[in-house]
């Protein structure tokens, strides 16, 4: 389980501008990222994997699997409200050189917490690999609640959740009765340093793709107890997070990345372009 904690990235996926998929920028990111990053998040929604087709994620995986030039553990992400599809699809991905998957909760049709501890426990079964629950009620319409967590948590093949409902309550439940072994990292890259303070172990972020140091720095000192540290690298994001989801992620962040010189910024409709005033937000907030 110690794969898992520190920071996990949730990588972009780089585009040219015709939309087709840029490997010599997902190298250099790759690069970049390895260099405070403790694992790569693969096919994340950051990854624009609801607008990827299975063959791209297909190459996109094998291809951060070559290029993990420090053998970085790697998350895939496979999930879905199709729970026989989801079912389908890990049976038929080759998840050689995968250590975990990230599952998202069901989305869109907004199921029971039985039916999303049911889903998930489908998953848990099928996957041959560690399964770690994701739950970000802001896109799915539902949230995965800390009671439905810690049932899911005494699976053997369940080892964590990336939560980001943004509610540190909850959070503060699943870590006062998780099992020992559970992992609870933060989905929000603001809030890692609270559930830290509590339990947590770690983040899957965002903005590791951009500050991958400040990161290693935050997580290394919140780990170690030094939580005023820890705020110091934390406070440097704090104005540059929220331009990020303005206009959707990784709309932001491929802009913010685009100004550092490691991928262009196109993203995949609906998702559009950044406008005019959230580039001249982000210029100006850019570290």
Request: proline letters at 6%; a positive charge; charged letters at 20%.
């Amino acid at each position: 389980m110690r794969n898992f904690t520190g920071t996990g990235v949730a990588l972009v996926t780089p585009l040219h501008d015709d939309g087709k998929i840029d490997f010599p920028s997902l190298k250099k990111l790759l690069n970049h990222t390895a260099k405070g990053v403790d694992y790569f998040v693969v096919m994340g929604t950051t990854g624009e994997s609801a607008t990827l087709s299975k063959e791209e994620k297909k190459e996109i995986l094998q291809f951060v699997i070559k290029h993990n030039r420090k053998k970085l553990p790697v998350v895939y992400g496979i999930g879905g409200n199709n729970t026989a599809a989801v079912l389908e699809e890990i049976k038929t991905a080759n998840l050689k050189g995968v250590d975990a998957l990230l599952s998202v909760s069901p989305y869109y049709n907004k199921p029971s917490q039985e039916g999303i501890f049911l889903h998930f426990q489908k998953v848990a079964n099928a996957s041959p690999v560690p399964v770690i629950l994701y739950n970000v009620p802001g896109r799915t319409s539902s949230n995965l609640t800390a009671s439905t967590t810690l049932r899911l948590a005494r699976h053997k093949n369940i080892i964590g959740i990336k939560e980001a409902s943004g509610n540190l309550e909850q959070c503060m439940k699943i870590a006062k009765e998780k099992p020992k072994d559970f992992l609870l990292i933060s989905g929000d890259d603001l809030l890692t340093i609270a559930l830290y303070s509590v339990g947590g172990q770690g983040v899957i972020s965002v903005l590791a793709n951009a500050y991958p140091v400040i990161f290693k720095k935050m997580t290394e000192h919140a780990s170690s107890g030094n939580f005023a540290k820890a705020a110091s690298e934390v406070f440097k994001l704090l104005d540059i997070n929220g331009p990020m989801y303005e206009e959707g992620n990784p709309t932001g962040v491929k802009y913010l990345l685009s100004l550092m010189g490691i991928c262009q910024p196109p993203v995949r409709l609906p998702l559009a372009k950044p406008s005019v005033e959230l580039k001249r937000k982000i210029e100006k907030l850019k570290l």
